[in-house]
């Protein structure tokens, strides 16, 4: 595979973000622009030169040209739209959160193992070279032995459809605190002993904002926020005995400033230049196929599960809901 050919499923804003960032890359290219309606595929295949706009997911693959699949679409549309992709023997790029809850995500890592297929969950902060630098940072033990971390992700996104609605597997969880939770996970590992949470749901019954604590069996601890209802600053600090380290922006940190216990700066760490971000995750995607892989080394399918289980036991505890959660054939409430 030289250039990998990319299609697009869904052409909203997230969409849009990733086809201005193919265009711009060396080694991939928006082959195609899929949506349900054959005018704003048109549309959007216009403004950014793709050569192809289907009026149907379904042609986009059966496509013969498509090397790999980007999922755009909304949380509660992931689950349908990869199977159809796995189905037809489509590598997939998903966007977070992968899927509306685990028995979905463990349905398709499933299929996609028997149908030697891959597919990645297109969580974007796990791919950035970035997010290693502020990892090899912790290990070379810059702020010594770190403890206690705190992560925040919000904004003022209420009146969204895709976010106040249960049938849209709605919430700020899924769209927002995934990315405190990975950032305490790329952090501190992986063995969470206990969780204990509390939520503020909106009147459709989703969350519309939340606080969760991870205890980690060493001690660490975790505190994290996500809100659908205001601004945040999107800090995330993670201290330790010798220092901390406050990181700008966790959903795409630029900078990462050191600072002694005794609170003067140390050293400050800047991302490297980047076209938006999402180039990593394609280049992470494009690897793993040349190497003949099902995962990437970045998210491998073990992490976005265990994830996913995360995910719903928060729901569960805060009695969050989605129509797919009920298990075809059952009829129970």
């Known amino acids: 595979m030289n250039i990998c050919k990319v299609g697009i499923i869904g052409a909203g804003s997230i969409a849009q973000k990733m086809a201005d960032t193919l265009n711009r890359m060396e080694n991939a290219i928006v082959y195609g622009i899929a949506s349900r309606q054959l005018e704003k595929a048109r549309s959007f295949a216009d403004k950014f030169n793709v050569p192809h706009a289907y009026g149907s997911y379904e042609e986009l693959v059966a496509d013969s040209e498509v ?41 398709l890592l499933k299929l996609a193992k028997e149908k030697k297929v891959f597919i990645t969950e297109a969580i974007w902060t796990r791919f950035m070279p970035f997010s290693k630098t502020i990892r090899q940072l912790l290990d070379d033990g810059i702020i010594g032995t770190p403890s206690m971390l705190t992560a925040g992700l919000s904004y003022a996104v209420a009146h969204k459809e895709r976010l106040f609605k249960p049938e849209l597997a709605g919430g700020a969880l899924l769209d927002l605190g995934v990315y405190p939770i990975n950032f305490a996970l790329m952090a501190f590992g992986n063995d969470v002993e206990n969780i204990t949470s509390a939520c503020v749901k909106n009147e459709y019954g989703v969350d519309a904002q939340n606080s969760i604590t991870f205890r980690f069996k060493d001690g660490k601890m975790a505190v994290m926020q996500s809100s659908m209802l ?39 760490f800047h991302c490297p230049p980047q076209i938006s971000g999402y180039e990593y995750e394609v280049e992470a995607s494009i690897k793993a196929l040349q190497e003949g892989a099902l995962e990437t080394r970045d998210m491998p399918h073990e992490e976005t599960l265990r994830i996913m289980q995360i995910l719903d036991e928060l729901r569960s505890e805060w009695g969050v ?13």
């Open 67 to 107: 090397d790999l699949v980007y999922i755009a679409t909304p949380h509660s549309l992931h689950y349908e739209h990869a199977r159809l992709c796995i189905e037809h023997g489509k590598p997939v790029l998903c966007e977070k959160a992968f899927t509306a809850n685990a028995r979905q995500a463990k349905s």
């Open 230 to 268: 205001c601004a945040g600053d999107r800090h995330g600090v993670i201290s330790g005995d010798k220092g901390y380290i406050i990181v700008d922006n966790i959903n795409n940190p630029q900078q990462a400033t050191v600072y002694s216990k005794g609170h003067e700066i140390i050293k400050q």
């Open 321 to 333: 809901q989605y129509p797919m959660d009920i298990e075809p054939g059952n009829n129970a409430c």
